[in-house]
């Protein structure tokens, strides 16, 4: 049997298709795109656990997510 793991990543509109794309080169793929709480799109996406170097796209996620942060909060 598959084990998954999974990840989700906001998406910014004028940029879609390079997100999906680079995190597609690093195993992962797309199960589907909401509306996030505040509006903005949020994509989830799975792989195989140990298809890849483990963990590879986490820190990129943190990264990510951060800059959605506001400064100084």
């Known amino acids: ?9 906001p998406l910014l509109i004028h940029n879609t298709a390079a997100i999906l794309n ?28 140990g298809g890849g170097e483990q963990n590879s796209g986490l820190d ?3 990264a990510a997510s951060r800059q959605f942060e506001e400064p100084g909060a």
Not at 1 to 9: A, F, I, K, Q, S
Not at 22 to 48: D, F, M
């Open 22 to 49: 680079n995190w597609g080169k690093q195993g992962w793929e797309l199960v589907q795109v909401v509306t996030g709480p505040e509006g903005g799109l949020v994509a989830y996406l799975k792989r195989p656990v």
């Open 60 to 62: 990129a996620a943190a």
């Open 1 to 9: 049997m598959t084990t998954w793991e999974y990840l989700t990543t």
